[in-house]
């Protein structure tokens, strides 16, 4: 079945600077990749998501870009705020089969 | 804006009991879907159901089963309960559940504790 792997699984920076995430995926036929923000206790939230006939997508400071023939894709967030502070879950999903999978989470802390 | 909602919030159960989960999709959706998130890792699928009927089914155990009713509600049970069974149960609704582009929308979750 489908896996898909993130890193880093913590990542600090400074207010302001970017933060970076990156999602590798097994199966090639996935073509829907979301992104989840999910803050303390709160239920995850959809931030951006992409397909695979895109390569790129950006919504203000948030941005996924992919590549399909790696097999990967990536979550850019520039000029971070503290309220980006949150653990940031990718996913994909194969036609057909109506599931998401998720990876493990990258816990993004933005320091003031 | 009424969201997905989940009851309870919180559960404590002991080994070998059994728990109904329930939740509520938006107005209009009719596709529920299940997962389970332990502490520290991402959601794992468990279910889909639309139109009442079960869609899709993860890698789990016949102890977890589930039904949507006739209002696209949705209940999750687990009989039998396990210490590994304690985790954050997130429902998730959707307009038909099957496509890119048809946005799962997460309930605030179930916390399990099995002890």
């Known amino acids: 079945g489908e896996n898909v792997e993130q890193h880093p699984s913590t990542l600090s920076v400074q207010e302001g600077d970017s933060a970076v995430i990156k999602c590798t995926y097994s199966?090639?036929?996935?073509?829907?990749f979301p992104w989840y923000k999910q803050e303390l206790g709160k239920r995850p939230q959809l931030i951006i998501d992409?397909?695979?006939?895109?390569g790129e997508k950006k919504d203000q400071r948030i941005a996924v870009t992919l590549n399909k023939t790696a097999k990967h894709f990536s979550l850019h967030i520039t000029e971070t705020q503290p309220e980006d502070s949150a653990v940031y879950f990718c996913?994909?999903?194969?036609?057909?089969?109506?599931?998401?999978?998720f990876g493990s989470g990258t816990r993004l802390q933005v320091q003031p | 804006d009424a969201g997905v909602t989940q009851s309870p919030t919180h559960l404590i159960k002991t080994r070998g009991q059994q728990v109904t989960l329930r939740c509520s999709p938006i107005s209009g959706h009719k596709s529920v879907s299940w997962y389970q998130q332990v502490l520290g890792q991402g959601p794992q699928f468990i279910f889909q159901y639309y139109e009442k009927e079960e869609r899709g089914r993860g890698n789990f155990p016949d102890r977890f089963s589930a039904r949507q009713f006739p209002n696209y509600s949705s209940e999750l049970n687990v009989n039998a309960l396990l210490l590994g069974d304690s985790a954050l149960y997130l429902c998730?609704?959707?307009?038909?559940?099957?496509?890119?582009?048809?946005?799962?929308?997460f309930g605030a979750g179930t916390r399990l504790s099995v002890l």
């Open positions: 992409i397909r695979s006939n895109v």
């Open positions: 996913a994909a999903s194969i036609p057909g089969r109506r599931a998401l999978t």
């Open positions: 199966d090639s036929a996935s073509n829907y």
């Open positions: 998730a609704s959707s307009l038909a559940g099957a496509g890119p582009g048809d946005i799962q929308y």
